[in-house]
């Protein structure tokens, strides 16, 4: 089955406390991307990666960092995580013909 | 730049009833539109998308939006609203080069009444 896979799907942790959200996709997709979703902001472009090696900027990436060194995985990097990034992130595979697929979600609590 | 604007922030509508949700948008070409559905707790669901040709796209779940140029419009319709359609909708426009980038509108929750 064609699937973006999240982990964790919560997650609480204190201000500081580095963290990986790590994304997967068994679609053999080259664009990924990462999204925050805020209530009456909707969904905001965080970072993206066009391929292996190939990352940049979204609309919101400040406290954000990702890397791609394989083709399926799209892991994000929160290295001092802050309170205003307490929010629902969602990691998406992109087809061109098809559009997003979207992982399941994870809810991050930063305290 | 593009944009997308999603009027309603909420919708009621009884059970049985049309539905009819709106999105407009600003891109400087035909983009690529899509209408997303996010139940609560989920992840978001693709319902339709619209790249070229027919502007009347059929969807899942019985949905249907009609791409209309002149007004820059994508609106979601559904001629019967089902009680399980509870839940919020997102439009998201497309580029259609370079990084394929996606914008979203704010989305709108639609609450179905018994």
């Known amino acids: 089955e064609a699937q973006v896979t999240q982990n964790p799907r919560y997650l609480i942790t204190v201000t500081g406390k580095k963290l990986t959200v790590t994304c997967s996709q068994n679609m053999n997709h080259e664009y990924m991307s990462w999204y925050r979703q805020d209530p009456g902001l909707g969904l905001r472009q965080i970072y993206y990666?066009?391929?292996?090696?190939?990352?940049d900027k979204g609309d919101v990436p400040e406290g954000y960092k990702v890397s791609r060194k394989e083709k399926r995985n799209f892991p994000l990097i929160l290295e001092s995580p802050s309170p205003n990034q307490t929010s629902l992130y969602f990691c998406?595979?992109?087809?061109?013909?098809?559009?997003?697929?979207f992982g399941s979600g994870t809810r991050l609590t930063v305290v | 730049a593009q944009s997308v604007t999603q009027p309603d922030i909420h919708i009621t509508v009884s059970e049985g009833a049309s539905l009819e949700l709106r999105c407009n948008y600003s891109y400087g070409a035909t983009p690529y539109l899509f209408w997303y559905v996010q139940s609560p707790g989920q992840g978001l669901q693709l319902l339709l998308k619209y790249f070229s040709g027919d502007t009347l796209v059929q969807g899942i779940k019985g949905f249907e939006a009609e791409f209309k140029r002149s007004q820059s419009s994508f609106n979601l319709r559904k001629p019967s609203v089902h009680w399980s359609d509870a839940a919020e909708y997102f439009c998201a426009v497309g580029t259609t080069s370079g990084t394929y980038k996606y914008i979203f509108g704010t989305g709108t929750r639609l609450k179905v009444l018994a």
């Open positions: 990666s066009m391929n292996v090696e190939v990352t």
């Open positions: 998406a595979s992109q087809d061109r013909v098809y559009g997003y697929t």
